[in-house]
T-cell receptor, first 116, second 116 residues
Framework: NAGVTQTPKFQVLKTGQSMTLQCAQDMNHNSMYWYRQDPGMGLRLIYYSASEGTTDKGEVPNGYNVSRLNKREFSLRLESAAPSQTSVYFC???????????????FGEGSRLTVL | AQTVTQSQPEMSVQEAETVTLSCTYDTSENNYYLFWYKQPPSRQMILVIRQEAYKQQNATENRFSVNFQKAAKSFSLKISDSQLGDTAMYFCAFRPIIQGAQKLVFGQGTRLTINP
């Protein structure tokens, strides 16, 4: 079972470069999320998509853009990378509405991004 | 705004001992989910245990159990007979059960080391 797949797993960028983190889930989940993880700060929500065709800002959206390409895929783009965006990024998904919605998030393995 | 606080940045115990990780949260909601996630060195976030606030009985999953004190807004995780494989970061998380609520709020994490 693939679950949530993120690519790339590691990336080094120079300040000002752009890149896109890709995420895909094969569980037919409605909602998808991008979090960043920094030491001592837990996970902070960047953007989320409650359903196909919708996206919303989380706690720390500045410097990022997202695209919900279809139900399976949710990408995160850094248009002009800054050293403050050095972090580990996690994509996650959740079923959404209905009785089967247990609130649980299913996570990808994370992508470590370093901006020099 | 909801917040989750884990007051123990690091803990260390001997193998086979019992350890309790603390978590408190702040919310005005009455219905919500609480979670403990484990993040081993591989970075993969794994759900350990889930508690629904409307259930008075504490959740249990094998060696993992919680002490849910709704009035005190406390949600501690007890690991019995700890094993080396329990070494990981542990995150407490909260999500209200209300229309439109999407994001999971995480605590800062507790780094747990199990020593042989």
């Amino acid at each position: 079972n693939a679950g949530v797949t993120q690519t790339p797993k590691f990336q080094v960028l120079k300040t000002g470069q752009s890149m896109t983190l890709q995420c895909a889930q094969d569980m037919n989940h409605n909602s998808m999320y991008w979090y960043r993880q920094d030491p001592g700060m837990g996970l902070r929500l960047i953007y989320y998509s409650a359903s196909e065709g919708t996206t919303d800002k989380g706690e720390v959206p500045n410097g990022y853009n997202v695209s919900r390409l279809n139900k399976r895929e949710f990408s995160l783009r850094l248009e002009s990378a800054a050293p403050s965006q050095t972090s580990v990024y996690f994509c996650a998904s959740k079923r959404g509405r209905g009785l089967q919605n247990t609130g649980e998030l299913f996570f990808g393995e994370g992508s470590r991004l370093t901006v020099l | 705004a909801q917040t989750v606080t884990q007051s123990q940045p690091e803990m260390s115990v001997q193998e086979a001992e019992t350890v309790t990780l603390s978590c408190t949260y702040d919310t005005s909601e009455n219905n919500y989910y609480l979670f403990w996630y484990k993040q081993p060195p591989s970075r993969q976030m794994i759900l350990v245990i889930r508690q629904e606030a409307y259930k008075q009985q504490n959740a249990t999953e094998n060696r993992f159990s919680v002490n849910f004190q709704k009035a005190a807004k406390s949600f501690s995780l007890k690991i019995s007979d700890s094993q080396l494989g329990d070494t990981a970061m542990y995150f407490c998380a909260f999500r209200p059960i209300i229309q439109g609520a999407q994001k999971l709020v995480f605590g800062q994490g507790t780094r747990l080391t199990i020593n042989p």
